[in-house]
Structure formats: C-alpha cells, structure tokens
C-alpha cells in the first residue's frame, strides 16, 4: 500500500485507515485524499469513506473480538485499532420482543438495545471511530457539539486515550447527561442557545482552531462510518442475514443512511443474500423536519425550532435529512413522528413488555413503531427490527410523574395485606 497523504500536507501512517481509499461526494461524486475534511472541494457536497474491500468471510468476523473491531476490514480504522486504548463499543444484545410482538400484532420483532454500549447510547461506536481519526491526523483536541450523548461518549473515550476534550452541548440539557459527561474530566461547554446554535459555533471553531478533532464536523465522514457496525450486528446476530424492516430513530440522520450503507455492503460482499429491507425513521413531532418532508412529499428539509422532551433527537437542521428521505423512499420504508406523551407511553410499552427501560429517543422509536403497525405503513407479518440507542437512566423526568410505588407502607405484615395491594 502506498503512503497516504492529507490536504494540508501531512503524511499518514501506512494503512491508517484499513481498506478505505478515500473521500468520495455524496453528491457529485468526485473524490479527494483521506484527511480531516468533510465538504467536497468540487460542489461542497458531504463526503463519505470510499474502499476498496478484500474478500472478507462470516468466519473470520466471528473470529474476531467481540466489540466493533470484529468489523475493521469494513471499517477506516487500521489493523493494529486494537493495541491503542479506546471504548470496545458494540456487539450489544439483540432481544427477541414476543411479549412486545404480542402487545402490537406483530408476527416477529427484535430489539437491537444499544444501551449496553460502554457510556450507554450507540455514540460510543461513531466515537470509537473519531477517535482512531483523530489519533492517525495528530489531533491534539478531541472536541463536539452534542445532544447530550455523544458528549458523554466523546468526554469518556478522551479520557481514556489520554487526549484533551472539549464538548459543547446546549444549557438546558438534562441534567444526568450533564453529570455523567463532566465526571470524565475534560472542559464542558453549556452554551446559550439550543443544539443547532452549539453546532454552528462548533463549526466556526472548527475552522479557526487548527489540529482539533470535532467528531461529528470535521471527521464526521468517519465517524458516520461507525453506525454500520449497528447493521452489520442485527444482520450477524440474526444468522447472516438482513431483517425485512427496520426502525430507527432520526436526529441528524446519520445512523438511519449508515445503517442501509450497511447492508448494502454485507451484499456487496456476499455475507448476506440481497433480500429486500425497508427502513421507517422515526423522530418527535416537536421536532420533525424529515418527516414533515416525508410526508408532503419534498426532497428539501425545511429546519424546524426543536421543542421536545426527546433532546437526543432535537437536530432542527439535519445534516442528513434528504439523505434519509432516499432511503426511506428507495427501500419502501417511510418517516413517521410521535408526540411527547406517546413517547412517555413508548418507554413505558418497551419496560412493560421488555424489561428493557430506554431513554426519550428509544420512546420515540416504540411509539413510532407501534403508529406505523396501527395506521398500516409496516407490515405485520414482516420480521422487524426495532433499536434502542439509549438508556432511560439518562432521561428519567420522561417518566418520573408516572411511576412509582404503589404504596408507602408500616413494616408490618398486617400493614402490608391492608394495603391490598397484590
Ligand atoms: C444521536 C442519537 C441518535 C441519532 O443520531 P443521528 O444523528 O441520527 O445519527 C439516536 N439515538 C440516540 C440515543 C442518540 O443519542
Ligand atoms: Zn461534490
């Protein structure tokens, strides 16, 4: 392999990036070298990792650890992405929901609960890959704007490769994702204003401050990358092969296209058989610009001003919205929102049914999910996959006025049977 070289000049270790080969626009499709850069130099169109993949098997996958690194030929990370410390993301649980099928009318239904990820939201598998960036370009800040959980993967992954972060995340953010992010150490940013104010300031950073890594802006084409590793796992997990349907919440609209990148590239390689899959998004109608689009039909996403209690979803300009109205369109799938009570009943549905308690965005997916049933856009008998990305122990006001014992008792046996409460 030759050595690779960046925009500025910068040399790259051989093989930095595994087998990826370059940049390539979404849009015009023109490519560039591998670098720290994310707009196409032609028609300022976002870019995206181009490869060129080996012949990869299912055994040596299986063989290979179990975390996202299984997955390294498929990925810009090099070969040798396990001797540097980093998160291990991936691999979580897919859950056969029977209980939830029943409840919903729906023939065969998994939940893929990301929750299990080390700082428990699927950031932590697009961060593990920012960080393998940042380290290959010599990066010297690991930084973002966030939604609450890609600070609390960015803040935990610096910590533990030794770099210096810095994170930005709106004021009003929930207080245990304010926490559980500045535990880690790191400077924690609250700005005034919501999260598409912290990106632009993000952004204008982002250009002035030179050798910072903003995962989710200036090597977003490889953090993008790590949400295929979501894909590659159902599709594993499931005995080598695609599910029929899939549902996934939308805030940028990153996880929704990476995840049909995929498993496009599983049949590409012939680790699957190319069976038809259709994608649903799923996001809260008090911030809904994809779906709005959806629906009336439009391939433009007009930014809306977020008010939602679903925050980890709250991107009113999202960078990827007509890139999820393909998707949806080409698969037959389609976009369909939710509001903030039924996203409360869609946390409490999933624990009910599941024993699997999800934050405001895995709310938003269940209710989505169960609209979709009950208005006839998915079809029922199809094998579904719904996901989970986050844990409800971060969003536990979604659910505070509605749960809670059923009553405060004398420790007493007569106290108890008084009560008639089983
Ligand atoms: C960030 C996030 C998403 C969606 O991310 P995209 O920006 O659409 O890739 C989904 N769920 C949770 C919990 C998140 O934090
Ligand atoms: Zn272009």
């Excluded at 609450?148 to 490769?161: C, E, F, M, P, Q």
């Excluded at 995962?215 to 695609?242: C, D």
């Excluded at 809260?284 to 001003?305: L, T």
Aim: with cysteine; hydrophobic share 40%; aromatic share 8%.
């Amino acid at each position: 392999m030759s050595t690779l070289t960046t925009d500025p000049g910068t040399t790259l270790r051989e093989g930095a990036f595994g087998n990826a080969t370059g940049l390539v626009c979404r849009e015009c499709g023109a490519t560039q070298p591998l670098g720290p850069s994310y707009a196409c130099q032609e028609c300022f169109g976002p870019l995206e990792i181009g490869y060129a993949f080996p012949q990869v098997t299912r055994e040596q996958i299986a063989a290979g650890p179990k975390n996202i690194w299984r997955y390294q030929p498929l990925l810009p990370v090099p070969t040798d992405i396990t001797a540097s410390p980093n998160m291990e993301p991936g691999f979580t649980r897919l859950l056969r929901a029977d209980n939830l099928a029943r409840e919903l009318g729906i023939r065969r239904l998994w939940v893929k609960d990301d929750s299990g990820n080390p700082t428990h939201s699927f950031k932590d598998r697009v961060v593990a890959i920012a960080l393998s960036a940042a380290r290959e370009f010599g990066s010297t800040v690991f930084a973002c704007p966030s939604t609450g959980n890609l600070a609390n993967a960015v803040a935990a992954a610096g910590a533990r490769a030794g770099i210096k972060t810095v994170v930005f995340i709106p004021h009003d953010l929930e207080r245990p994702k304010v926490l559980t992010t500045a535990v880690y150490g790191g400077t924690l940013v609250a700005v005034k204003g919501n999260y598409d104010d912290v990106n632009r300031l993000a952004s204008e950073i982002a250009g002035e401050e030179e050798g910072w890594a903003f995962v989710n802006v200036n090597v977003r084409p490889y953090y993008a990358e790590g949400s295929k590793t979501l894909g590659y796992e159902v599709a594993e997990q499931l005995g080598w092969r695609l599910p029929e349907q899939v549902v996934i919440p939308v805030a940028s609209g990153s996880q929704l296209t990476k995840v049909d990148k995929g498993f496009r590239e599983l049949v590409q390689l012939g680790l699957v058989d190319g069976s038809p899959y259709r994608i649903f998004g799923a996001q809260a109608n008090g911030c809904a610009p994809v779906s709005a689009a959806y629906k009336q039909g439009h391939d433009v996403v007009r930014p809306v001003r977020p008010d939602t209690i679903a925050k980890s979803l709250a991107i009113g300009n999202p960078a990827d919205g007509p890139y999820v109205l393909d998707v949806a369109r080409r698969t037959g799938g389609a976009v369909e929102d939710v509001t903030d009570e039924e996203v409360r009943d869609g946390i409490q549905l999933l624990a009910r049914t599941e024993g699997v308690f999800a934050e405001t965005a895995g709310g938003v997916t269940v209710a989505t999910l169960k609209k979709l049933v009950e208005s006839g856009q998915l079809d029922p008998d199809a094998e579904t996959v719904v996901f989970n990305t986050g844990d409800g122990l971060k969003t536990l006001d979604a659910v505070a006025d509605r749960v809670g014992p059923a009553a405060t008792i004398e420790p007493s046996y007569q106290a108890f049977t008084a009560a008639d409460l089983v």
